[in-house]
């Protein structure tokens, strides 16, 4: 072997020396971002819902089919299963402090009461705390007068029904 023989030869160690360390660097650094980097981005994004948009509602109305498919069957079970999948929505909408949100979603467990015959349990434990926090705003104020209508129609309290009916105006039936 000449000199130049050796030289190449040198060369061509270096060469692929660093090529190994730079495919373990890679392989390093991969090995973190998938281990540390990666799922911390995925749990602060899945986390926490815009707080400002409504972008919830396509999850929630899948959530919605879900729970009345559940009202439907009528066991026992299901209403559990049901009332645990309008929890941890009302979880999920609390930690997005999204009004429209915590609002949509209580709104579903009231439905979810007055369909399994808990109207009275709707109103007192729903209706009347939205309706507290939440009525200054005319558009929810007027939602939930609608929800309180229904929960007093399925009490048979008619009256009652129509007095929470007729404070909405007619435009905002539309």
Known sequence: MGKYDKKNSSNKRRIILLIVAGLVLAGVLAGIFF???LPRMKSSSTDVVPTTSTTYRTE?????????????????????????IV????????KSG???YIIDVNLTKATL????NRAQEAIDTILIPLDAKYGSNLTYKYTIYGYF???????GNQ???????NQ????ALE
């Not at 009461?113 to 399994?116: A, E, F, L, P, R």
């Open 35 to 37: 281990t540390y980097v």
């Open 60 to 84: 929630l109305h899948k959530q919605q089919t879900k729970i009345n498919t559940l009202v439907t069957t009528g066991d026992s079970t299901s209403i559990d299963q049901a009332n645990k």
């Open 87 to 94: 929890d941890d929505e009302i979880t999920a909408a609390s």
């Open 98 to 100: 999204n009004d429209g």
């Open 113 to 116: 009461y007055i369909d399994t």
């Open 149 to 155: 209508s229904l929960a007093y129609r399925a009490l």
């Open 159 to 165: 009256d009652k029904a129509t007095e929470y009916f």
């Open 168 to 171: 909405i105006p007619s435009k």
